[in-house]
DNA sequence: TGAATAGTGTCTTTCAGACAATATCCA
DNA sequence: TGGATATTGTCTGAAAGACACTATTCA
């Protein structure tokens, strides 16, 4: 066996982690979820929810962070999607710190937050209002200000956060939905207007919300 | 020392690589530089230069990919932007290869393509005319098919190719390059409308550049 | 009937593409 | 003077924001 076809054996890899930005909306803001570490380093910090890669379990990179969605959350996470690479020296005092980072939207009424294996407490927090003075362990707090911008982002260019609101919706409830994720409120002539020349949704026929006031046309994505 | 300060030994870290989907323009057309391999595996295939990464050399990330194009190319890669991470079981018949891709842009004039270490030949390719035959070592198609997209699309939203032309150009220079990037004309009224609106160029007083016909103004970047 | 939400219509501004017109050099 | 490029200007249509208007339900 040649060294070009063992270079495990050649040089020392990082220490390789999986991080995930989980966004949602919780009582109207868009928040980001994370756990309070219980042990060191960074013991006591908040820090996105992540896990080592195994690559004696994992087929790829997608399936590791599938993975360890299911094992520190104990949910799926629909449309895992990659943010991007960080690593250093400097980083993780552990020693050179590789870590790939995805994000991804949750609805947050499907998912009960609940301490667990080397996390203490595991939260929501609002991305404008409760980070600022936030005691964030290693690089995070730029994950989250990284992977908030890009969703934000996104939605401007109305690209919907489907991943938010339930299989068939109202119009009302996804312009409310991007209104919470941006933080603004959004004119709903020219929202309705760009789903309609986009062909963003369709209408689900004869299924109306009849709920306090006038009944509301059901829509599923396009 | 405790399990969790020296994760290193726990479990098997992949085999992580930097890679680099090198951009540039050559005989008016958007190009990419690809190395074929001399050795195994996917001997004599063409792939994107790349080398190991060293965490006993490197301080970050970055600084992994100007070493790997310090060594490979021997030329320095202004802006390297970070492209993406690939990694699975399958990707590399070595084992487990993880892969954080860089793309940059370099003007093909200051650069001559020589073979190296493992390489036997290095040149350039046209994305639009000779990829479409080309037995591309793992997956690398995909990364230039990839970094193609991303250039181009910030080349259409006016993120210019400053990387491509020299510090002081002229508009109509700045403009052509951009036509060769995207492989399409452009408006010449829309284009410096453009500019000015966003105060992307800024004139160097004084400085004309005299060639066959009438002079034009020269600009640098804002 | 009024409050609250659903859905539509219109006006205006902005912006980008198309295209024309003028300007300035060299051969 | 004509050819080629530089620079500016005008027209038009598409897209988006602002805002108003109508529609439907329940209390």
Redesign the interface.
């Given at each position: 066996m040649t060294v070009?076809?063992?270079?495990?054996t050649?040089?020392?890899?990082?220490?390789?982690r999986i991080e995930l930005v989980v966004l949602s909306v919780v009582d109207g803001r868009l928040a980001v979820l994370l756990a309070r570490r219980a042990?060191?380093?960074h013991k006591g910090r908040w820090a996105v929810p992540g896990g080592?890669?195994?690559?004696?379990l994992?087929?790829?990179?997608e399936s590791?962070a599938q993975r360890v969605a299911q094992e520190r959350l104990n949910v799926p996470l629909p449309h895992l999607v990659?943010l991007?690479?960080?690593?250093?020296?400097?980083r993780d005092p552990?020693?050179?710190g590789?870590s790939?980072a995805y994000r991804a939207l949750l609805p947050a009424d499907a998912f009960h937050p609940v301490a667990g294996k080397r996390v203490e407490q595991l939260d929501w927090f609002g991305v404008d209002d409760d980070l600022a003075d936030l005691a964030f362990a290693f690089d995070h707090r730029q994950l989250v200000e990284q992977a908030v911008a890009v969703v934000r982002h996104e939605v401007e260019r109305m690209a919907l956060p489907f991943d938010l609101v339930p299989e068939k919706f109202t119009l009302g409830e996804l312009q409310a939905t991007c209104e919470e994720v941006l933080g603004r409120t959004l004119d709903k002539s020219s929202f309705r207007r760009k789903l309609d020349e986009r062909s963003l949704v369709v209408p689900v026929e004869g299924e109306m919300r009849t709920g306090a006031f006038r009944p509301a046309q059901v829509f599923r994505r396009a």
């Open positions: 070009e076809s063992m270079p495990h050649v040089h020392p890899m990082p220490f390789t042990g060191a380093p080592v890669l195994r690559i004696d994992d087929r790829d990179l590791a990659q991007l690479a960080v690593g250093s020296a400097k552990r020693g050179w590789l790939i």
